[in-house]
């Protein structure tokens, strides 16, 4: 039986293996788990507002998004705010910065991916901010757009911002 489950930055550690073994296969772009974990995991799941969703199988993973609030000094945030200073000057800062969604291949067209990302927004507020391709076709994009978000800028020819003001009292 499958269920979608959302946990702090602590739980979050229980996790790892599950969730990296996604990662690896979804995106595949870090040598091993050390440097993932170095370098996004655990210093994602340290920051004020952390959240991380499951889908879950029993105990195995089969996808997982996570996100953060969004502060200025950190990369991404900074990295908008210089390439596009309208966006930066409305949207960054006290932002939820929506940063990872994953559903491994096997397991996608089920909902999971919807799901996910439903369940890492739930009773926020405020304004979320992502970064995703600027591929009209890519099926994240088309996911994102179903949930509401639209389009503020391109980072690049291959990068774009995206955006949405969630509601504003908690469901
Ligand atoms: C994006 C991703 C998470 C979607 O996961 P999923 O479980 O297949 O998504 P869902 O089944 O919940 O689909 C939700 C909606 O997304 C869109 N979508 C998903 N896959 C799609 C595809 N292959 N082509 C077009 N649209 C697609 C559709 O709008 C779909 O709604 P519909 O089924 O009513 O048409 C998954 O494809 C994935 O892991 N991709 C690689 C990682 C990635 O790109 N992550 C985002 C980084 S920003």
Redesign the pocket.
């Known amino acids: 039986m499958t269920r979608i489950e959302t946990v702090d930055g602590a739980t979050a550690a229980s996790y790892t293996d599950g969730v990296f073994a996604v990662y690896d296969t ?2 595949g772009d870090r040598p091993d788990q050390l440097v993932w974990r170095e370098q996004l995991f655990d210093r994602h799941r340290r920051r004020s507002g952390f959240r991380l969703a499951l889908a879950l199988d029993a105990d195995r993973v089969l ?1 997982f998004s996570w996100g953060y609030r969004g502060a200025r000094g950190q990369y991404w945030p900074d990295l908008v705010a210089r390439t596009l200073p309208d966006v930066g000057a409305e949207w960054v800062g006290d932002h939820f910065e929506f940063v ?4 491994e291949p096997e ?9 996910l990302h439903d369940a890492l927004l739930d009773g926020l507020t405020g304004r979320a901010l ?4 600027a591929d009209d076709a ?3 994009v ?2 994102y757009q ?1 949930r509401g978000w639209r389009t503020l800028g391109l980072l690049d020819g291959e990068r774009r911002v995206m955006g949405v003001r969630l509601p504003t009292t908690s469901s």
């Open positions: 979804v995106f996808g990872e969604l994953a559903v397991a996608r067209r089920h909902g999971f991916g919807r799901r992502l970064g995703t391709s890519d099926p994240a088309r996911l179903s």
